[in-house]
């Protein structure tokens, strides 16, 4: 079935509620938008949410690639061959994962319509359902709390605590956390390479006994051998987050021994669902969990990586509420949230539709 238009656009969409982070503050979010439609009137859709300070790519940047007459001349291409057309973008647009997930994403959506089945159930479906965290910015203690309690009415059972600011407002907040949850919720942190060495051994010692799931990319980039003056169980719970974009960087963090016991894969960071699966592979071999992450993205982006997620037998955690905290979205459907617990329905591609 060939492609016969490529239609990219751009928006830009509120949060319900500013938030923070160890490098800024947000209250809105560009995304990129992606229509591929088939010649039987299939449309796929795709979307990008790319960080610039993560990634080196812009919003802005990512819609300027996907209006070059490079995309125009896929009009034509055979939507079967959406594996080979994703690899020739990645040849064209080496480094810009924005770029590239946006092309994945939508591909695997046309292909998944065109095919008559969910995109997890083209890859084998591992994984039926999974709890995913919701985010609680850098904010005080109270106001901490009041969100915790906020987000435990709605069922969640799973919290990821935003630290990296102010090291010991942070251990009170997880203590507090603690005291209030610990037999209600599970408890992460996101330190977004917050902590000096020294800091983060002080957050270990001084929360042991809250029992913190784990820790994602406590330390700087280019910092990660660092922790290996961790023991072989603290470093089980680090997650690799911003260091890890790709497979490149996922052997090397693979090699023993190992700063991390935990991959944390965001499609924003490494291109798409093939992208996503290089690195998964790479983590299966070396023993490693399955974290998948996400930016504030659209429902299209994050449903992706929900089936991309449970697709893969070694993911163990989700923290895929990205969509949650925008005050409008493009589509509707995709994924199935229930009391906290994500899962997959049985529509075809990835199961969302353009809202009228």
Not at 198 to 217: D, H, P, Y
Not at 314 to 325: C, E, V
């Amino acid at each position: 079935m060939k492609i016969t238009a490529i239609r990219p656009y751009l928006k830009k969409l509120p949060l319900t509620k500013p938030y923070t982070i160890a490098y800024g503050t947000f209250s809105d979010v560009e995304l990129v938008f992606l229509e591929i439609e088939l010649a039987n009137g299939i449309v796929g859709l795709g979307s990008a949410s790319p960080a610039e300070d993560v990634v080196g790519e812009t919003p802005q940047q990512t819609l300027t690639n996907l209006q070059s007459p490079y995309f125009q001349v896929l009009t034509g291409r055979d939507v079967r061959h959406f594996r080979q057309i994703i690899h020739e973008v990645a040849q064209q647009y080496p480094h810009l994962p924005g770029t590239l997930a946006a092309v994945d994403i939508a591909l695997h959506d046309a292909f998944g319509k065109y095919v008559g089945i969910p995109v997890v159930d083209f890859y084998g479906r591992k994984i039926k359902s999974l709890p995913t965290s919701v985010t609680i910015g850098i904010k005080g203690v109270q106001a901490t709390l009041e969100e915790a309690k906020g987000y435990y009415g709605l069922g969640f059972k799973v919290i990821k605590v935003k630290t990296g600011l102010n090291l010991e407002e942070d251990i009170e907040r997880l203590m507090k956390l603690d005291e209030i949850y610990r037999h209600k919720m599970t408890i992460r942190v996101d330190a977004n390479q917050g902590y000096d060495l020294n800091q983060l051994k002080t957050f270990i010692a001084k929360t042991a006994s809250a029992k913190v799931e784990l820790i994602e990319q406590p330390l700087p980039v280019g910092q990660e051998n660092e922790l290996l003056s961790l023991t072989p169980e603290q470093r089980t719970s680090l997650a690799a987050d911003e260091c890890l974009h790709d497979a490149k960087a996922a052997l090397a963090l693979a090699c023993d021994p190992k700063p991390f016991g935990i991959f944390n894969i965001k499609m924003m960071k490494c291109g798409g669902l093939l992208g996503a699966f290089e690195i998964a592979n790479i983590a299966q071999q070396a023993d490693i969990k399955l974290f998948w992450g996400c930016n504030d993205e659209s429902i299209i982006s994050i449903t992706a990586a929900l089936h991309a997620a449970f697709a893969c037998p070694n993911t163990h955690y989700i923290d895929l509420d990205g969509s949650f905290d925008l005050a409008e979205d493009l589509v509707t459907g995709g994924f199935i949230l229930e009391d906290g617990e994500m899962s997959i329905g049985e529509g075809v591609g990835f199961g969302y539709s353009m809202l009228s």
